[in-house]
Structure formats: C-alpha cells, structure tokens
C-alpha cells in the first residue's frame, strides 16, 4: 500500500518540480511566491566548539547575528537515523519507530538486524501495510495545505529518504538518490554526475549545494527547503576529532554554507528566507576495547554472531521470546563492565521512569518507548578525558570516533536560527530539541500540529506571539543496584519545561 501511495505521486510531483525549476508559479497555491521560505541546514556530527571563526567563517558570522538555543539537545540514541526521523516527524523514535542507525525488522529478516540504507527501508516499505515512520512527517504536513518540501543531502540514501520518505508533492536530491524517480533525468540533466576527481566527500557537498542553488532559492521555490552535509561526520570517525582530515572537511562545508548565503544575498531573498541550523549529534573520542556481541558470547549469554537467541541492532538487544531470566542475566553481566554506561529496560508499571529490571531507568525515560524496541538498549560509558588535539569527551566505543551515547558530548549540540520570522539575537537558555524544529516551522505559516509530535514550538525566539515557554526545572533520576561485586549507580539527567521532557546526559558510577 505504501509502495503505491509513493508510486501514486510520482507525475504530479514531477509536474511541480519541472514548473519550478523553470521558474514558472504553480497556479494551485497562490500564496507561494509571497511567503517567506524556510531553509534548514544540518552538519553531520558539529560539536559546538567546531564552530570558531577560523574554521567555520561563515557559520561564526551567521551566529553572531541568530537567535541561538543555548540548551539543544540531540535526540538519544544519538545517531543520524535516529535525529532525521525525529526532526522530519518532530517526534522521538518511542512514536516514530526508528530507533537506530542499524534496526532489526523481523519481517524483513528474522534472525539479524539490517541498515538503514533507501534500499534496506524499502524492504521494510514493501513487507508491511504499516507505516515507515508511525508519525506523520513535516512533508505530509505541507503536502497536505498544498505547499511542498525539497530534501538534498551529501550522505546516506537513508538519511535522506528518512527527511520526506513519500516524498510528499517534494523531491529528494542525493547522490545515490533522486525521487521521484521522474526528476533524475532533470537533475542529471542540469547538474551532471558527481565528479570523480579530487575528494569524493567534498564533490558530494558541492553537488548537493548546487543542486539546492539550482532548484530551491528562488521566491517560488518550494516552502521548505532542508540541505544536509555528511560532513565533519565522516571525517571526524575515520581520522579523529581535531585531525587535519577533519578540520578540512570543517572548512569545506562551511564554504558550501558561504556560497548559500551568498546566493541568498544575491538574489535579493534575504528577507524573505528563514535560516535554521541544527546537527544530529555532536562526537565523542573512542577508546574502547569491548564489542557487545563478543561479549555476551563470551559470557554464554548469545550462542554465536548468527544466532538468533539475542540479536543485536547496536545498542538495542533483543531477546528471544522477551526470556525474563536471560534478560536480567544480561543486564547483571552488563553492570559489573566499566565500560558500559546507562542501560534501559521496558517499564516497571505503565509509563513508569524506572526500569523494571533493579537499576535500569525504563525507556520511556529516554523516549524511546516504541513496539518495535528491543528487550535492554545499552549505551557505552564515558568520561570527560580530552584527545591529543585537545577536544574532551571520550567513550568507550571501539574505533576511532563516534557518537550513539548519552554523554553530554554527544546529546548537547548548538540551535541556531534568523530570518524574517525570528526574534533578532534573541537566544534562549530554555530547553529545546531537533524535535522542536518542525512544530516551530509550522507555528510560523500557521499549519495544524499533528498530535502525534512530540515537539514544542520555540515560541521565545519567534516574532510571532505565542506560549512564554515558562520556568525549565532540572531532575536528577538515580537507580542503583547492589551485588556482590559492588554497587552500580545510573544517574539521569533530565530538563523539563512544562509536559517537555528533555534527556540531557546520563552518568555511570560504580563502587
């Protein structure tokens, strides 16, 4: 069914793209040319303190002149998959269903967990009535008050396709992937194939931006427009956090910022673009040693890689038949490792904080409460140790570095946003979150917030008037549990604003 309703909006979608990108105003939404436009901005993997004037320019100079979310937060599991579906659905994976950058999907496979490529979720499309993601996307929204939405991004088809997977009257531009179908032979057409000359992560970036400079900044360009760079994501995990690799891929996508802004300037739109800048997460350095898998092998707690007695998708293990014993078995193994940081379970009682294995917080606490989450999700442990160039944050991950923990290294991340629709310099110490970033675009064209999100409106940096946001209270959760060994204590940080949960870090302490 979904496979059809995607097919379904193929040619009408391409009607739109061809009108637009030959300039012309799509007669069915007269409001289009005169709306101020909205154009979001990730950068894969940006700690806060990548941002200097020296290597980021542009994004520096932009900052100085935003509204900034001071208090931002990643959403945990802190990976790329996880934060495209949550800002896409202004939702966390416990209501939109993704809950890592690897999934185990039994109906696509049974016995192992499987990628979050376009062409791994495709198979999860075409085995199931039900939805991709159980909540409704900004795309859908805009599709549905006749405006559209344009995705491009340098990185994963999955990572794009996660961003407006029906497409929803939009497209998405990728290197590795360009719907609807219809628009590659247009897209090819304009721009050519990525070049294989040189850097093939910096020739992916400057495709991407070309592509958005070709089809998305104009006065009749679709609604919302969101631009993703890979990068200093991809440099940052195979050379390290401060190496020369990073640093130049640093640089380079902050140049590709540059030339939008430029554009923007240029083209006499200044006023009428809002810029929102966001990341998926910041970075941490790995140091460590452990892999879940051999680990739970080796303690006779999974018969081998293939079995399917647990079956691993990162940091989520599941169980077979949900085996209370084998849970707690695992669990109790898990708390003794000093390199294991928090470990979540399901809930006590409904809706419960606590875990209802004894010193394990429930999922629910982190928002992550979804049917199709495992038995125990588990997130490495961390310390404030600093790398030879100097960046603190260390986990214990193997490689090089990384992110997918708890740690405030990889949960706090930087808001940024200006544009005519934003309070000038106007930031907020407030709580705020990557599913906070929908709900706000929609409070600015005054388009109904779907229930199911989870978000808020970041009413305090918006010029239109709305809720104040109220006081942030501060909780500190702590669950502990004794054995013969010692005791292991989780600590919990969490801001609340109003009914607004936000998971701050969590921390590990054993004695």
């Known amino acids: 069914m979904k496979i059809r309703s995607a097919a379904g909006i193929l040619v009408g979608t391409f009607v739109l793209l061809i009108t637009h990108a030959f300039g012309q105003h799509n007669a069915a939404t007269p409001s289009l040319a005169v709306r101020n436009k909205t154009l979001i901005v990730f950068f894969d993997g940006l700690r806060p303190d990548y941002i200097t004037s020296e290597q980021m320019p542009n994004l520096f100079a932009f900052r100085q002149k935003a509204s900034v979310g001071k208090h931002h937060h990643s959403v945990f599991p802190t990976v790329t998959r996880v934060n495209s579906a949550s800002y896409a659905t202004g939702s966390y994976p416990g209501t939109h269903g993704i809950l890592g950058n690897a999934v185990y999907f039994p109906e696509v496979n049974k016995t192992k967990s499987i990628g979050t490529s376009h ?52 497209a998405i531009i990728n290197p590795g992937l360009i719907l609807p179908d219809s628009m590659k032979s247009l897209v090819l057409a304009d721009l050519g194939e990525v070049s294989k000359e040189g850097s093939e992560d910096q020739n992916r970036h400057k495709w991407v931006t070309d592509a958005l400079l070709k089809y998305s900044l104009d006065i009749k360009a679709p609604l919302v427009s969101a631009i993703w760079f890979s990068d200093p994501d991809g440099a940052a995990h195979e050379h390290g956090i401060g190496s020369e690799e990073a640093v130049s891929a640093i640089k380079f996508v902050d140049a590709q910022f540059g030339r939008i802004l430029e554009a923007i300037e240029s083209r006499g739109l200044k006023e009428q673009y809002n ?18 898998s051999d680990f739970l092998i080796k303690e006779g707690l999974k018969k081998d890689k293939e079995s399917d007695d647990v079956i691993l998708a990162e940091g989520s293990v599941y169980v077979k038949d949900h085996d209370p014993e084998k849970i707690e078995k695992i669990v109790t193994a898990l708390h003794k490792q000093e390199w294991v940081g928090a470990v979540f379970t399901k809930a006590r009682t409904e809706k419960s904080l606590k875990g209802w294995v004894e010193g394990t917080f429930s999922f629910d606490a982190v928002h992550f409460n979804h049917k199709r989450a495992g038995d125990i999700l588990v997130a490495p442990n961390w310390n404030d140790e600093k790398n030879a160039k100097g960046f603190a944050g260390t986990d214990f991950s193997t490689g090089v570095a990384g992110h997918g923990g708890s740690s405030p290294y990889e949960i706090h991340i930087e808001l ?19 599913v906070d970033i ?4 929609l409070a600015i064209y005054g388009l109904p917030i779907p229930p199911q999100m989870d978000g808020r409106v970041i009413s305090e940096i ?21 054995y013969p060994w010692g005791v292991y204590r989780l600590t919990v940080y969490i801001s609340v604003l109003g009914k607004y949960r936000y998971f701050t870090f969590s921390k590990t302490e054993r004695r």
Do not use: C, W
């Open 275 to 292: 810029i929102i800048i966001s990341t998926d997460h910041g970075f941490v350095t790995n140091v460590g040693q452990q892999d879940l």
């Open 462 to 482: 918006l010029k239109k008037p709305g809720d104040s946001g109220g006081k942030m209270i501060q909780e500190t959760l702590v669950s502990e549990v004794k």
């Open 438 to 441: 929908v709900p706000t675009i």
């Open 119 to 170: 062409k791994d979720l495709s198979k999860f499309i075409a085995a199931n009535s039900e939805p991709l993601l159980s909540a409704v996307t900004l795309g859908e929204v805009l599709q549905s008050a006749g405006e559209r939405m344009m995705v491009f991004s340098s990185g994963t088809t999955g990572q794009a396709f996660l961003q407006n997977y029906k497409v929803s009257g939009g």
């Open 416 to 434: 940024m946003a200006a544009g005519p629709d934003f309070k000038r310099l106007k930031d907020t110490d407030l709580p705020t979150s990557n």
